[in-house]
Every structure is written in C-alpha cells, then in structure tokens.
C-alpha cells in the first residue's frame, strides 16, 4: 500500500460547492485545513459549520488582486502558510461567437484563466519566501482539448489554463514548488446544471461517453489531492485528464441546445 502525505495548509478556489468542495473535504479528512476562497457566502458558511476549524471561509473573487492577496496574508496569519493551492473556481456564460458579448468573454476569461494567474503569482510568492516548497493543481477542463459549441471563451480560457501550468512548473522548479493540471470532463456541479438537466444533451454525452455517466465531485478530488501530495513528488508540468473517456468517445454538438 502506497502512503502519501497530502498538503496540510491549502488554499482551495471555488471550495463552497462541486469540485472544490470536494477537494477541501478530501484535504480535512486527511488532516489538513482549508482557506476556502469563494463567492457564495452561504455556501461557504454551511460548510464551514461542518468543518469548523479546518475550513476557514473567504468570500470574493479569484479575479481581484486584493482579494488574493489576502486570501494568501489570511493562510499566512491562520494557518502558518501554504502548502497547497488548488484553482478549481470557474464560470462560463456561453453563446456561439457571433453572438458573444465582450462582457461575457471578459467574465469567462478572467474567472477561468486570470484567477488561475492571480493565485499561483500570490501564493507561489508566499511559498518561496516560506523556504519549503509547495505544490499547485490547477482544474482545467477537458475542453481544453475539445470545443465546445457556445463555449469558445471557456474553452480558450482552459486551454490557457493547460499551458499556464506547464509555464508555472517550469518557472517555479527551482524553488520546489510542483505545478500539475487535472481536466475533468463533464460533472456533476451546480455550474453544470444546464447540462445535466437537459435531456437531449445527456442522451448524447451518454451516447458517446465510455463510462456513460457524469463524474461525481470526489472523483476529481482523489486525484487533485494525489497530484499535491508526496507520492506525486516527481511529477510536474503534465495534465491529467479524468473525463470517464468522453475525450476519445467524441464531445456531442451542442448547437441545437443553445
């Protein structure tokens, strides 16, 4: 049996609800505690009454500098620094392209791929000035790889997600500082809901998915928490796709739906 010791002080984007929810569970449970960045200030105080001491909620946005910042002087000052940064918050507001406002372009890129930036340079600063190294999972998505009719700006930004963490692992090496990115395929999320409860859309995805079902949030937790961990200590720079095989079944067109 393979033992591995999971990051103890992460900060987890998007940890009220879904996959980042999941995530901070899953770092508790290990015996970790959380500074849950988020939104959704209700979410947020449900699951910090579940966790108690371990989830420390933060609302406000990925996309803020001074909110970043002092998510990071937060994790400092309460949890003694940062070991972990998971950037699983994102958004999408879709549309085809010729129909695609410059303000929901701007809000899907700067949620799914200027967060991600904001908060590896925040935390990646606090980590080298620690000494001790880190790791970071970025959750990109798997249309990163495949297009997503009425998704262009959300597939782009994923896409800049991939290479941003292949750049961040590159840069931050030298100071021991671990980069790795997960693409999930679809799951089962409050921001997938448009997906999920349109029938016509899940009889295609079922239809060309391998395992023919959505991914529940814990199973891109294990694997997020894995690539942070030590028994993840040579892997860096790399994607991991956990998508139950819709990549090599074949993504369904969407442009009847939208």
């Known amino acids: 049996m393979i033992e591995y010791e999971p990051p103890r002080r992460s900060i987890v984007t998007g940890a009220a609800s879904g996959i980042g929810l999941a995530i901070a569970e899953t770092l508790i449970e290990g015996g970790g505690r959380v500074l849950a960045l988020d939104l959704d200030k209700d979410a947020l105080a449900e699951a910090a009454a ?48 010729v129909e695609l406002t410059e303000d929901d372009w701007d809000f899907t890129i700067d949620v799914v791929l200027r967060g991600v930036f904001l908060c590896t340079k925040y935390v990646a600063r606090s980590m080298i000035a620690a000494g001790a190294g880190g790791a970071v999972v970025n959750i990109s998505s798997v249309n990163a790889h495949m297009p997503l009719y009425g998704g262009s700006a959300y597939a782009a930004g994923k896409s800049g997600v991939e290479m941003f963490g292949r750049n961040a692992a590159l840069e931050l090496a030298r100071h021991r500082i671990r980069v790795n990115t997960i693409l999930p395929g679809l799951v089962d999320t409050p921001m997938a809901a448009f997906i999920l409860e349109n029938e016509g859309i899940m009889a295609e995805f079922d239809a060309n998915a391998v395992l023919k079902r959505p991914a529940q949030p814990r199973e891109l937790a294990a694997p997020a928490v894995f690539l942070a961990s030590s028994a993840a200590s040579y892997i860096t720079g790399t994607e991991l796709v956990v998508d139950g095989g819709y990549e090599i079944g074949g993504y369904p067109d969407l442009s009847k739906y939208l």
Do not use: M
């Open 50 to 97: 579940r966790f108690g001491d371990a989830y420390l909620p933060l609302d406000g946005s990925v996309t803020d500098v001074s909110t970043v910042a002092s998510a990071v002087g937060t994790a400092e000052s309460e949890l003694g620094g940062v070991d972990g940064l998971f950037n699983v918050a994102g958004g999408l507001r879709p549309a085809p392209i």
